[in-house]
Protein backbone atom coordinates (compact mmCIF):
# COMPACT_ATOMS: atom_id res chain seq x y z
CA UNK A 1 0.00 0.00 0.00
CA UNK A 2 2.97 2.35 0.90
CA UNK A 3 5.91 2.63 -1.60
CA UNK A 4 8.89 4.18 0.75
CA UNK A 5 10.99 4.44 -2.62
CA UNK A 6 8.07 6.76 -4.23
CA UNK A 7 7.27 8.43 -0.98
CA UNK A 8 10.31 8.38 0.38
CA UNK A 9 10.81 12.24 0.06
CA UNK A 10 6.90 12.68 2.08
CA UNK A 11 7.96 12.92 5.69
CA UNK A 12 11.05 15.41 4.86
CA UNK A 13 8.11 17.67 2.86
CA UNK A 14 5.49 17.47 5.45
CA UNK A 15 6.80 16.51 8.23
CA UNK A 16 7.06 12.94 10.33
CA UNK A 17 3.88 11.35 10.32
CA UNK A 18 3.28 7.64 11.13
CA UNK A 19 0.54 7.88 8.03
CA UNK A 20 3.76 8.20 5.98
CA UNK A 21 5.81 5.01 6.98
CA UNK A 22 4.77 1.37 6.36
CA UNK A 23 5.37 0.09 9.71
CA UNK A 24 1.75 -1.83 10.18
CA UNK A 25 1.56 -4.65 12.25
CA UNK A 26 -2.11 -5.41 11.40
CA UNK A 27 -4.88 -4.45 9.04
CA UNK A 28 -6.13 -2.36 12.19
CA UNK A 29 -3.00 -0.56 12.80
CA UNK A 30 -3.09 0.63 8.81
CA UNK A 31 -6.83 2.16 9.63
CA UNK A 32 -6.27 3.68 12.58
CA UNK A 33 -7.01 7.31 13.02
CA UNK A 34 -4.20 9.07 12.75
CA UNK A 35 -3.16 12.77 13.57
CA UNK A 36 -1.01 14.38 10.73
CA UNK A 37 1.87 15.60 12.47
CA UNK A 38 2.12 19.90 11.84
CA UNK A 39 4.83 20.29 9.51
CA UNK A 40 7.79 21.90 10.26
CA UNK A 41 8.24 26.23 9.76
CA UNK A 42 11.98 26.34 10.12
CA UNK A 43 13.89 28.45 7.68
CA UNK A 44 9.85 29.92 6.26
CA UNK A 45 9.36 33.67 5.42
CA UNK A 46 8.30 35.40 7.96
CA UNK A 47 4.89 36.44 8.56
CA UNK A 48 5.59 40.27 7.25
CA UNK A 49 7.08 38.69 4.13
CA UNK A 50 5.69 39.74 0.34
CA UNK A 51 5.39 36.47 -1.03
CA UNK A 52 4.08 35.02 2.43
CA UNK A 53 1.32 37.64 2.51
CA UNK A 54 0.52 37.06 -1.13
CA UNK A 55 0.28 33.29 0.07
CA UNK A 56 -2.03 33.60 2.70
CA UNK A 57 -4.65 36.23 0.65
CA UNK A 58 -4.87 33.97 -1.56
CA UNK A 59 -5.82 31.14 0.89
CA UNK A 60 -8.44 33.25 1.86
CA UNK A 61 -9.82 33.82 -1.49
CA UNK A 62 -9.34 29.75 -2.03
CA UNK A 63 -11.56 29.44 1.09
CA UNK A 64 -14.16 32.75 0.54
CA UNK A 65 -14.51 32.38 -3.02
CA UNK A 66 -14.31 28.91 -4.26
CA UNK A 67 -15.86 28.14 -0.98
CA UNK A 68 -13.36 25.31 -0.10
CA UNK A 69 -13.37 23.75 3.14
CA UNK A 70 -10.80 25.08 6.04
CA UNK A 71 -9.08 21.97 7.10
CA UNK A 72 -7.95 21.56 3.15
CA UNK A 73 -4.30 23.60 4.54
CA UNK A 74 -3.42 21.18 6.75
CA UNK A 75 -4.17 18.14 4.06
CA UNK A 76 -1.05 16.21 2.98
CA UNK A 77 -1.05 16.79 -0.69
CA UNK A 78 -1.03 20.32 -0.41
CA UNK A 79 1.17 20.53 2.07
CA UNK A 80 3.48 18.51 -0.21
CA UNK A 81 2.42 20.61 -3.65
CA UNK A 82 3.27 23.91 -1.37
CA UNK A 83 6.62 22.60 -0.13
CA UNK A 84 7.57 21.68 -4.05
CA UNK A 85 6.72 24.78 -5.06
CA UNK A 86 8.29 27.02 -2.65
CA UNK A 87 10.15 25.40 0.53
CA UNK A 88 10.23 28.93 2.06
CA UNK A 89 6.31 29.29 2.48
CA UNK A 90 5.36 29.31 6.25
CA UNK A 91 2.30 27.01 6.50
CA UNK A 92 -0.30 28.40 9.16
CA UNK A 93 -3.43 26.60 10.46
CA UNK A 94 -6.95 26.72 10.59
CA UNK A 95 -7.25 28.46 13.56
CA UNK A 96 -4.95 31.23 12.03
CA UNK A 97 -6.65 31.71 9.02
CA UNK A 98 -9.64 31.74 10.62
CA UNK A 99 -8.86 34.84 12.43
CA UNK A 100 -7.29 36.10 9.69
CA UNK A 101 -10.13 36.04 8.09
CA UNK A 102 -12.58 37.36 10.48
CA UNK A 103 -10.12 40.13 10.56
CA UNK A 104 -10.69 40.89 7.72
CA UNK A 105 -14.01 40.55 6.86
CA UNK A 106 -14.61 43.26 9.41
CA UNK A 107 -11.94 45.48 8.91
CA UNK A 108 -12.72 45.66 4.77
CA UNK A 109 -15.98 43.84 3.55
CA UNK A 110 -18.12 45.48 6.74
CA UNK A 111 -16.59 48.53 6.72
CA UNK A 112 -16.74 49.47 3.28
CA UNK A 113 -20.21 47.82 2.91
CA UNK A 114 -21.08 50.34 5.85
CA UNK A 115 -19.51 53.25 3.51
CA UNK A 116 -21.80 52.47 0.77
CA UNK A 117 -24.97 51.55 2.84
CA UNK A 118 -24.69 55.25 4.14
CA UNK A 119 -24.40 56.64 1.08
CA UNK A 120 -28.19 55.16 -0.18
CA UNK A 121 -30.55 57.55 -0.09
CA UNK A 122 -33.79 57.24 2.19
CA UNK A 123 -36.07 53.73 1.46
CA UNK A 124 -33.49 53.05 -1.79
CA UNK A 125 -32.04 49.66 0.10
CA UNK A 126 -34.43 47.14 -0.87
CA UNK A 127 -33.56 43.23 1.59
CA UNK A 128 -34.72 39.52 0.83
CA UNK A 129 -34.76 37.30 3.53
CA UNK A 130 -35.47 33.81 3.68
CA UNK A 131 -35.79 31.01 6.06
CA UNK A 132 -35.18 27.14 5.10
CA UNK A 133 -33.77 23.98 7.11
CA UNK A 134 -30.98 22.10 5.21
CA UNK A 135 -30.52 18.28 5.42
CA UNK A 136 -29.12 18.56 8.69
CA UNK A 137 -32.08 20.09 10.04
CA UNK A 138 -30.26 22.93 10.73
CA UNK A 139 -32.19 26.17 10.21
CA UNK A 140 -30.16 28.93 8.62
CA UNK A 141 -31.38 32.31 7.89
CA UNK A 142 -30.28 34.49 4.47
CA UNK A 143 -30.96 38.24 4.23
CA UNK A 144 -29.85 39.60 0.69
CA UNK A 145 -30.18 43.64 0.27
CA UNK A 146 -30.25 44.82 -3.15
CA UNK A 147 -30.19 48.49 -4.78
CA UNK A 148 -29.27 50.59 -7.31
CA UNK A 149 -26.16 53.29 -7.49
CA UNK A 150 -25.82 56.33 -8.67
CA UNK A 151 -24.98 55.63 -12.09
CA UNK A 152 -27.86 53.38 -12.45
CA UNK A 153 -26.11 50.07 -11.75
CA UNK A 154 -27.88 47.40 -9.84
CA UNK A 155 -26.34 45.85 -7.31
CA UNK A 156 -27.13 43.01 -4.63
CA UNK A 157 -25.01 41.44 -1.75
CA UNK A 158 -25.47 38.86 1.29
CA UNK A 159 -25.05 40.69 4.16
CA UNK A 160 -26.33 38.08 6.58
CA UNK A 161 -26.42 34.04 6.74
CA UNK A 162 -27.16 32.91 10.07
CA UNK A 163 -27.77 30.14 11.79
CA UNK A 164 -30.93 30.08 13.32
CA UNK A 165 -31.02 28.02 16.84
CA UNK A 166 -34.40 30.27 17.82
CA UNK A 167 -37.98 29.27 17.42
CA UNK A 168 -39.07 30.27 14.17
CA UNK A 169 -41.50 32.47 15.82
CA UNK A 170 -41.63 36.39 14.50
CA UNK A 171 -40.29 38.02 17.60
CA UNK A 172 -37.02 35.87 17.20
CA UNK A 173 -36.66 36.32 13.21
CA UNK A 174 -37.12 40.34 14.10
CA UNK A 175 -34.55 39.98 16.45
CA UNK A 176 -31.94 38.45 14.01
CA UNK A 177 -33.27 40.68 11.44
CA UNK A 178 -32.93 43.59 13.17
CA UNK A 179 -28.97 42.57 14.48
CA UNK A 180 -27.77 41.82 10.92
CA UNK A 181 -29.27 45.06 9.90
CA UNK A 182 -28.94 47.46 12.52
CA UNK A 183 -26.00 46.05 14.76
CA UNK A 184 -23.54 44.35 11.84
CA UNK A 185 -24.12 47.67 9.37
CA UNK A 186 -25.71 50.26 11.09
CA UNK A 187 -28.25 50.25 8.81
CA UNK A 188 -31.72 52.72 10.23
CA UNK A 189 -35.19 51.66 9.50
CA UNK A 190 -35.77 54.95 7.23
CA UNK A 191 -33.12 53.01 4.96
CA UNK A 192 -35.17 50.39 3.75
CA UNK A 193 -37.63 49.99 1.09
CA UNK A 194 -39.05 47.06 0.78
CA UNK A 195 -38.58 43.67 2.32
CA UNK A 196 -39.59 40.17 0.22
CA UNK A 197 -40.04 37.22 2.22
CA UNK A 198 -42.08 34.05 2.25
CA UNK A 199 -45.71 33.95 3.04
CA UNK A 200 -45.28 32.34 6.53
CA UNK A 201 -47.20 33.79 8.66
CA UNK A 202 -44.39 34.07 10.83
CA UNK A 203 -42.68 36.09 8.51
CA UNK A 204 -45.51 38.65 8.09
CA UNK A 205 -46.17 38.89 11.32
CA UNK A 206 -42.23 39.65 11.72
CA UNK A 207 -42.62 43.13 9.97
CA UNK A 208 -45.58 44.62 11.29
CA UNK A 209 -45.56 47.69 14.45
CA UNK A 210 -46.30 45.02 17.03
CA UNK A 211 -43.20 42.86 17.07
CA UNK A 212 -40.80 42.23 18.49
CA UNK A 213 -42.54 44.02 21.18
CA UNK A 214 -40.77 46.78 23.27
CA UNK A 215 -38.15 45.90 25.70
CA UNK A 216 -38.15 48.71 28.77
CA UNK A 217 -35.27 50.59 30.32
CA UNK A 218 -35.36 48.94 33.55
CA UNK A 219 -34.57 45.28 31.54
CA UNK A 220 -31.16 46.82 30.61
CA UNK A 221 -27.97 45.48 32.92
CA UNK A 222 -26.72 48.64 35.09
CA UNK A 223 -22.85 48.54 34.22
CA UNK A 224 -21.86 46.44 37.43
CA UNK A 225 -23.06 42.87 38.27
CA UNK A 226 -23.94 43.70 41.93
CA UNK A 227 -24.57 46.86 43.42
CA UNK A 228 -23.69 45.67 47.21
CA UNK A 229 -20.22 44.68 46.08
CA UNK A 230 -19.74 48.68 45.69
CA UNK A 231 -21.56 50.03 48.29
CA UNK A 232 -18.04 50.44 50.69
CA UNK A 233 -16.19 52.11 47.82
CA UNK A 234 -17.96 55.20 48.37
CA UNK A 235 -15.51 56.73 50.81
CA UNK A 236 -13.39 56.61 47.62
CA UNK A 237 -15.51 58.93 45.72
CA UNK A 238 -14.38 62.11 45.64
CA UNK A 239 -18.63 63.57 45.04
CA UNK A 240 -21.19 61.56 45.19
CA UNK A 241 -22.78 62.39 41.51
CA UNK A 242 -20.31 62.25 38.47
CA UNK A 243 -20.66 64.14 35.60
CA UNK A 244 -19.11 61.02 33.74
CA UNK A 245 -22.72 58.89 34.82
CA UNK A 246 -25.06 61.56 33.53
CA UNK A 247 -22.98 61.28 30.14
CA UNK A 248 -23.00 57.49 30.56
CA UNK A 249 -26.80 57.84 31.15
CA UNK A 250 -27.17 59.77 28.23
CA UNK A 251 -25.51 57.39 25.87
CA UNK A 252 -27.62 54.52 27.24
CA UNK A 253 -30.60 56.05 27.25
CA UNK A 254 -29.67 57.16 23.12
CA UNK A 255 -28.93 53.58 22.13
CA UNK A 256 -32.29 52.17 23.67
CA UNK A 257 -34.44 54.53 21.81
CA UNK A 258 -32.29 54.08 19.26
CA UNK A 259 -32.89 50.10 19.24
CA UNK A 260 -36.63 50.96 20.23
CA UNK A 261 -37.24 52.93 17.22
CA UNK A 262 -35.97 50.40 14.66
CA UNK A 263 -37.85 46.80 16.62
CA UNK A 264 -41.22 48.93 16.43
CA UNK A 265 -40.69 49.94 13.33
CA UNK A 266 -43.12 48.65 10.40
CA UNK A 267 -41.60 47.80 7.78
CA UNK A 268 -43.04 47.36 4.12
CA UNK A 269 -42.93 43.82 3.38
CA UNK A 270 -43.72 42.77 -0.09
CA UNK A 271 -44.73 38.49 -0.44
CA UNK A 272 -42.91 36.31 -2.20
CA UNK A 273 -44.60 36.06 -5.47
CA UNK A 274 -42.67 32.91 -6.60
CA UNK A 275 -44.14 31.49 -3.30
CA UNK A 276 -47.51 32.03 -4.11
CA UNK A 277 -47.31 30.62 -7.48
CA UNK A 278 -45.80 27.53 -6.32
CA UNK A 279 -49.14 27.39 -3.67
CA UNK A 280 -51.21 27.73 -6.67
CA UNK A 281 -49.80 24.90 -8.55
CA UNK A 282 -50.12 22.49 -4.67
CA UNK A 283 -53.72 23.53 -4.69
CA UNK A 284 -54.89 22.99 -8.08
CA UNK A 285 -52.86 19.51 -8.06
CA UNK A 286 -54.39 18.77 -4.69
CA UNK A 287 -58.08 19.14 -5.78
CA UNK A 288 -57.90 16.73 -8.19
CA UNK A 289 -57.91 13.00 -6.81
CA UNK A 290 -57.07 11.74 -10.40
CA UNK A 291 -54.05 13.89 -11.04
CA UNK A 292 -52.95 13.40 -7.56
CA UNK A 293 -52.37 10.01 -7.73
CA UNK A 294 -50.93 10.76 -11.37
CA UNK A 295 -48.61 12.95 -9.57
CA UNK A 296 -47.72 10.00 -7.17
CA UNK A 297 -47.07 7.66 -9.39
CA UNK A 298 -44.61 9.57 -11.27
CA UNK A 299 -42.72 10.07 -7.82
CA UNK A 300 -43.23 6.41 -6.81
CA UNK A 301 -41.68 5.61 -10.43
CA UNK A 302 -38.97 8.19 -9.43
CA UNK A 303 -38.71 6.22 -6.14
CA UNK A 304 -38.01 2.49 -7.71
CA UNK A 305 -34.98 4.00 -9.79
CA UNK A 306 -33.93 6.09 -7.07
CA UNK A 307 -33.61 2.54 -5.02
CA UNK A 308 -32.22 0.58 -7.99
CA UNK A 309 -29.47 1.71 -9.72
CA UNK A 310 -29.15 -1.51 -12.26
CA UNK A 311 -32.66 -0.21 -13.73
CA UNK A 312 -31.74 3.23 -13.32
CA UNK A 313 -28.61 2.92 -15.56
CA UNK A 314 -30.30 0.93 -18.03
CA UNK A 315 -32.58 3.34 -18.40
CA UNK A 316 -30.59 5.72 -19.36
CA UNK A 317 -28.34 3.56 -21.70
CA UNK A 318 -31.50 3.43 -23.75
CA UNK A 319 -32.62 7.12 -23.74
CA UNK A 320 -30.13 8.45 -23.35
CA UNK A 321 -30.72 10.82 -20.12
CA UNK A 322 -32.30 10.33 -16.66
CA UNK A 323 -35.49 11.56 -15.09
CA UNK A 324 -36.65 14.48 -13.45
CA UNK A 325 -36.66 15.02 -9.89
CA UNK A 326 -39.34 16.57 -8.27
CA UNK A 327 -38.89 18.86 -5.53
CA UNK A 328 -41.34 18.88 -2.78
CA UNK A 329 -41.47 22.41 -2.08
CA UNK A 330 -40.89 23.27 -6.14
CA UNK A 331 -44.57 22.43 -7.43
CA UNK A 332 -43.14 23.42 -10.76
CA UNK A 333 -40.73 20.83 -10.97
CA UNK A 334 -43.75 18.26 -11.52
CA UNK A 335 -43.72 20.34 -15.33
CA UNK A 336 -40.34 19.07 -15.83
CA UNK A 337 -41.06 15.84 -14.67
CA UNK A 338 -44.10 15.73 -16.99
CA UNK A 339 -42.18 17.00 -19.57
CA UNK A 340 -39.75 14.12 -19.62
CA UNK A 341 -41.54 11.59 -19.09
CA UNK A 342 -43.84 12.37 -22.67
CA UNK A 343 -40.05 12.65 -24.38
CA UNK A 344 -40.54 9.94 -27.28
CA UNK A 345 -37.00 8.31 -26.14
CA UNK A 346 -37.65 8.61 -22.82
CA UNK A 347 -41.33 7.06 -23.08
CA UNK A 348 -40.34 4.47 -25.11
CA UNK A 349 -37.14 3.04 -22.96
CA UNK A 350 -39.71 3.44 -19.87
CA UNK A 351 -41.94 1.21 -21.51
CA UNK A 352 -39.04 -1.42 -22.47
CA UNK A 353 -37.46 -1.41 -18.81
CA UNK A 354 -40.63 -1.37 -16.67
CA UNK A 355 -41.40 -4.32 -19.32
CA UNK A 356 -38.11 -6.32 -18.40
CA UNK A 357 -39.14 -5.59 -14.38
CA UNK A 358 -42.27 -7.74 -14.19
CA UNK A 359 -40.14 -10.74 -14.94
CA UNK A 360 -38.45 -10.08 -11.38
CA UNK A 361 -38.65 -10.56 -7.99
CA UNK A 362 -39.20 -6.80 -7.13
CA UNK A 363 -41.01 -5.57 -10.31
CA UNK A 364 -41.96 -1.76 -10.48
CA UNK A 365 -45.20 -1.54 -9.51
CA UNK A 366 -46.22 1.49 -11.55
CA UNK A 367 -47.16 1.41 -15.24
CA UNK A 368 -48.57 4.11 -17.87
CA UNK A 369 -51.16 3.71 -20.21
CA UNK A 370 -51.41 6.51 -23.34
CA UNK A 371 -54.32 8.03 -21.78
CA UNK A 372 -51.65 8.50 -18.84
CA UNK A 373 -49.37 9.60 -20.94
CA UNK A 374 -51.76 12.39 -22.94
CA UNK A 375 -52.99 13.45 -19.41
CA UNK A 376 -49.10 13.85 -19.04
CA UNK A 377 -49.05 16.62 -21.97
CA UNK A 378 -51.66 18.34 -20.93
CA UNK A 379 -50.05 18.66 -17.48
CA UNK A 380 -47.33 20.15 -19.06
CA UNK A 381 -48.58 22.18 -21.57
CA UNK A 382 -51.06 23.60 -18.42
CA UNK A 383 -48.27 23.90 -16.02
CA UNK A 384 -45.71 25.11 -18.57
CA UNK A 385 -46.62 29.35 -18.37
CA UNK A 386 -46.10 28.77 -14.02
CA UNK A 387 -42.89 27.34 -14.65
CA UNK A 388 -42.00 30.22 -17.00
CA UNK A 389 -43.36 32.89 -14.46
CA UNK A 390 -41.42 31.52 -11.74
CA UNK A 391 -38.14 31.74 -13.56
CA UNK A 392 -38.88 35.11 -15.13
CA UNK A 393 -39.99 36.33 -11.27
CA UNK A 394 -37.00 34.92 -9.54
CA UNK A 395 -34.20 35.98 -11.85
CA UNK A 396 -31.33 37.73 -10.40
CA UNK A 397 -32.20 41.50 -11.82
CA UNK A 398 -35.19 44.06 -11.08
CA UNK A 399 -38.37 42.06 -11.42
CA UNK A 400 -41.06 44.20 -9.25
CA UNK A 401 -42.15 45.90 -13.07
CA UNK A 402 -42.55 41.80 -14.16
CA UNK A 403 -44.93 40.95 -11.66
CA UNK A 404 -48.37 42.56 -13.39
CA UNK A 405 -47.23 41.37 -16.96
CA UNK A 406 -45.86 37.95 -16.22
CA UNK A 407 -48.89 37.17 -13.83
CA UNK A 408 -51.24 38.70 -16.67
CA UNK A 409 -50.12 36.48 -19.52
CA UNK A 410 -49.83 33.50 -17.54
CA UNK A 411 -53.22 33.42 -16.55
CA UNK A 412 -53.92 34.03 -20.46
CA UNK A 413 -51.79 31.59 -21.48
CA UNK A 414 -53.65 28.76 -19.32
CA UNK A 415 -56.72 29.75 -20.59
CA UNK A 416 -55.61 29.38 -24.34
CA UNK A 417 -54.80 25.53 -23.41
CA UNK A 418 -56.91 23.34 -24.69
CA UNK A 419 -57.78 20.80 -22.90
CA UNK A 420 -61.13 19.20 -24.64
CA UNK A 421 -62.04 15.56 -24.31
CA UNK A 422 -60.27 14.99 -20.92
CA UNK A 423 -62.64 15.96 -17.81
CA UNK A 424 -59.73 15.48 -15.45
CA UNK A 425 -57.91 17.77 -16.89
CA UNK A 426 -60.46 20.48 -17.80
CA UNK A 427 -61.15 20.56 -14.45
CA UNK A 428 -57.14 20.92 -13.32
CA UNK A 429 -57.21 24.30 -15.74
CA UNK A 430 -60.69 25.48 -14.15
CA UNK A 431 -58.99 25.06 -10.99
CA UNK A 432 -55.17 26.51 -11.95
CA UNK A 433 -57.71 29.73 -13.52
CA UNK A 434 -59.37 30.14 -9.95
CA UNK A 435 -56.31 29.67 -7.83
CA UNK A 436 -54.36 32.29 -9.89
CA UNK A 437 -57.58 34.77 -9.23
CA UNK A 438 -57.94 33.96 -5.73
CA UNK A 439 -54.23 35.07 -5.13
CA UNK A 440 -53.73 37.47 -7.31
CA UNK A 441 -57.02 39.29 -8.29
CA UNK A 442 -59.28 41.13 -6.53
CA UNK A 443 -62.09 38.97 -5.47
CA UNK A 444 -62.55 34.98 -4.94
CA UNK A 445 -63.49 33.50 -7.97
CA UNK A 446 -66.36 31.05 -6.18
CA UNK A 447 -66.48 32.10 -2.04
CA UNK A 448 -69.81 29.81 -1.56
CA UNK A 449 -67.11 26.70 -1.88
CA UNK A 450 -66.16 25.23 1.45
CA UNK A 451 -62.69 24.93 0.06
CA UNK A 452 -62.56 28.87 -0.56
CA UNK A 453 -63.30 29.77 3.15
CA UNK A 454 -59.79 29.10 4.32
CA UNK A 455 -57.86 31.61 5.17
CA UNK A 456 -55.14 32.10 2.21
CA UNK A 457 -52.32 34.43 1.28
CA UNK A 458 -53.67 37.17 -1.60
CA UNK A 459 -51.91 39.86 -3.22
CA UNK A 460 -53.99 41.42 -5.53
CA UNK A 461 -51.38 42.63 -7.92
CA UNK A 462 -53.98 45.44 -9.32
CA UNK A 463 -54.55 47.21 -6.02
CA UNK A 464 -50.67 47.56 -5.44
CA UNK A 465 -49.76 50.80 -6.25
CA UNK A 466 -46.05 49.81 -6.01
CA UNK A 467 -46.41 47.27 -8.46
CA UNK A 468 -48.52 49.48 -10.91
CA UNK A 469 -45.78 52.18 -10.94
CA UNK A 470 -43.16 50.06 -11.48
CA UNK A 471 -44.97 48.37 -14.60
CA UNK A 472 -45.80 51.99 -15.63
CA UNK A 473 -42.20 53.09 -15.39
CA UNK A 474 -40.69 50.10 -17.42
CA UNK A 475 -40.47 50.86 -21.26
CA UNK A 476 -41.40 47.38 -22.28
CA UNK A 477 -44.70 47.89 -20.97
CA UNK A 478 -46.39 50.59 -19.40
CA UNK A 479 -50.16 50.90 -19.90
CA UNK A 480 -50.77 47.66 -21.76
CA UNK A 481 -51.40 45.70 -19.17
CA UNK A 482 -53.86 48.56 -18.26
CA UNK A 483 -56.00 48.17 -21.25
CA UNK A 484 -59.10 45.57 -22.26
CA UNK A 485 -60.75 43.07 -19.90
CA UNK A 486 -58.57 41.44 -17.62
CA UNK A 487 -60.08 38.80 -14.60
CA UNK A 488 -57.27 39.01 -12.10
CA UNK A 489 -58.13 43.35 -12.86
CA UNK A 490 -61.71 43.26 -12.74
CA UNK A 491 -61.91 46.46 -13.99
CA UNK A 492 -60.07 48.05 -11.04
CA UNK A 493 -57.29 49.88 -12.45
CA UNK A 494 -57.37 51.50 -15.92
CA UNK A 495 -54.47 52.81 -18.25
CA UNK A 496 -56.14 55.99 -17.46
CA UNK A 497 -56.44 55.70 -13.55
CA UNK A 498 -52.52 53.75 -14.09
CA UNK A 499 -51.39 57.16 -15.85
CA UNK A 500 -53.08 59.59 -12.97
CA UNK A 501 -51.56 58.05 -10.19
CA UNK A 502 -47.94 57.74 -12.03
CA UNK A 503 -48.67 61.50 -12.39
CA UNK A 504 -49.86 62.37 -8.85
CA UNK A 505 -46.30 60.07 -7.83
CA UNK A 506 -44.26 61.80 -10.17
CA UNK A 507 -45.30 65.67 -8.73
CA UNK A 508 -45.31 64.76 -5.12
CA UNK A 509 -41.55 63.35 -5.84
CA UNK A 510 -40.68 66.45 -7.91
CA UNK A 511 -40.58 68.35 -4.99
CA UNK A 512 -38.00 66.17 -3.43
CA UNK A 513 -35.89 66.71 -6.51
CA UNK A 514 -33.08 69.53 -5.98
CA UNK A 515 -31.60 68.87 -9.42
CA UNK A 516 -33.37 67.65 -12.33
CA UNK A 517 -31.39 65.28 -14.33
CA UNK A 518 -32.03 64.22 -17.93
CA UNK A 519 -31.36 60.81 -18.80
CA UNK A 520 -31.19 58.73 -21.91
CA UNK A 521 -33.73 55.44 -21.58
CA UNK A 522 -32.30 52.76 -23.82
CA UNK A 523 -34.96 51.16 -25.94
CA UNK A 524 -35.06 47.56 -24.29
CA UNK A 525 -34.68 45.05 -27.13
CA UNK A 526 -37.19 41.98 -27.33
CA UNK A 527 -35.61 38.81 -27.24
CA UNK A 528 -35.53 37.11 -31.00
CA UNK A 529 -38.83 34.62 -31.26
CA UNK A 530 -39.40 31.08 -30.06
CA UNK A 531 -41.30 28.24 -31.24
CA UNK A 532 -43.56 29.10 -28.05
CA UNK A 533 -45.07 32.14 -27.44
CA UNK A 534 -43.89 33.89 -24.19
CA UNK A 535 -46.03 35.31 -21.15
CA UNK A 536 -45.21 38.57 -22.15
CA UNK A 537 -46.38 37.50 -26.00
CA UNK A 538 -50.12 37.62 -24.55
CA UNK A 539 -49.66 41.32 -23.35
CA UNK A 540 -48.32 42.65 -26.29
CA UNK A 541 -50.98 41.32 -28.73
CA UNK A 542 -53.59 43.44 -27.25
CA UNK A 543 -51.42 47.06 -27.51
Avoid at 130 to 138: A, E, N, P, S, Y
Avoid at 236 to 263: G, M, P, W
Avoid at 331 to 354: C, F, G, Y
Avoid at 453 to 461: C, E, L, N, P
Wanted: some cysteine; glycine content about 4%.
Amino acid sequence: LIHPEEFGSEERLAGASSKLSGNYSTITDLFAKCKWTSPSNSGSYSSTHPVQSRFIQDLIDCICIDCLPLDFIQRPSFIKLIRNLNSQIRLVSRTTLSRKIRTQFKTEVQEKLKKVFRSIENRCLHVMLDLWTDRQKQSILGIKVQFITKDWKIQNYTIGFRHFTQRHDAPCIRRVFDSVLHDTYGIKPENVGFIVGDNASNMIAAFKSDYPPEFPLHDVDEMSDDTDQWEDMEEFSDCEDSDNTDIEDKILSDVITELQKFKKSSLTKLPCFCHLLQLVIKDSILSNTSVKELVKSVKTLKSFFHNSPFWYSKLKAIAGKGLVNQADTRWNTVQSVMERLIDPKVREALDTVLRETMATKTPCKVSFSCLDYNKMEIMSNLLSPLTEATNALQANHVTSSLVIPVLTGAYKAILDVNVEGDADMQELKQALLSSMQDRFGLTISNPTEKSKKRTIVRQSIYSDENLILATMLDPRFKSICFNGENILNGGQTSAVLATKMLEEKYQMEKGNLETAVSQTVETVEENPATKSKSLLHHIREEK
